[in-house]
């Protein structure tokens, strides 16, 4: 198996796509993509980046609210200082690969989670393709959280009969890494 923190063995990669190759519900797929801009201030600052996100993603962002009062950094509870948009199926596979163009389409070794997902960081939101500077919005930055799946997670999000995914059916980090990798064009990094 791979260490924690270094890239993938070319055995392992090799042996996960077989096992994919021969059964196509073990193949993972993109559930979600998660666009949040935290300013830490309400009014005009969260406004710009509101406008922001919704030209980068084509949706319009919700507010997220303080969960507590930090006076050190000039927040109230219940203060809205962020926003969020969550992006699925082509929408979100258009955004994620303009967002990984932002970052050289490399990600660290340590990006990845127990469970497969990723996430990463866009210092300027220009450095994004296709995106134009406009002064009166100013420059911000975002984090990318993307989460993975295989066919069958329904189980564990449907209404009627709810129950838990089975450990074998639980996507590992080196899967999420060969998918990223394989399906994104990403190269990992230790």
């Known amino acids: 198996m791979s260490s924690p923190e270094g890239p993938l063995d070319p055995r392992v990669e090799a042996e996960i796509?077989?096992?994919?190759?021969?059964?196509p519900m073990l193949k993972p797929r993109i559930e979600k993509v998660v666009v949040n801009c935290c300013v830490g201030k309400s009014g005009e600052p969260l406004e710009k980046?509101?406008?922001?996100?919704?030209?980068?993603t084509g949706q319009k962002p919700c507010v997220r609210k303080a969960k507590k009062t930090i006076r050190g950094f000039g927040i109230r509870k219940g203060e809205p200082i962020a926003c969020v948009v969550t992006l699925?199926?082509?929408?979100?596979?258009?955004?994620?690969?303009?967002a990984l163009a932002a970052?050289?389409?490399?990600?660290r070794a340590s990006s990845f989670d127990e469970h497969g997902n990723f996430s990463f960081g866009i210092k300027e939101?220009?450095?994004?393709?296709?995106?134009?500077?406009?002064?009166?919005?100013?420059?911000?930055?975002?984090?990318?959280?993307v989460s993975l799946e295989r066919p069958g997670y329904r189980v564990k999000r449907r209404r009627?009969?709810?129950?838990?995914?089975g450990r074998k059916h639980m996507l590992t980090r080196e899967e999420g890494m060969v998918f990223a990798k394989h399906e994104l064009g990403v190269e990992i990094v230790p």
């Open 125 to 145: 939101h220009i450095e994004i393709p296709g995106t134009k500077y406009k002064p009166e919005l100013g420059i911000i930055g975002m984090d990318v959280c």
């Open 49 to 56: 980046a509101m406008k922001i996100l919704e030209e980068l």
């Open 17 to 23: 796509l077989e096992r994919w190759s021969k059964n």
């Open 103 to 107: 970052v050289e389409n490399k990600l």
């Open 88 to 98: 699925r199926k082509q929408r979100a596979l258009e955004f994620l690969k303009k």
């Open 160 to 165: 009627r009969c709810r129950t838990k995914v």
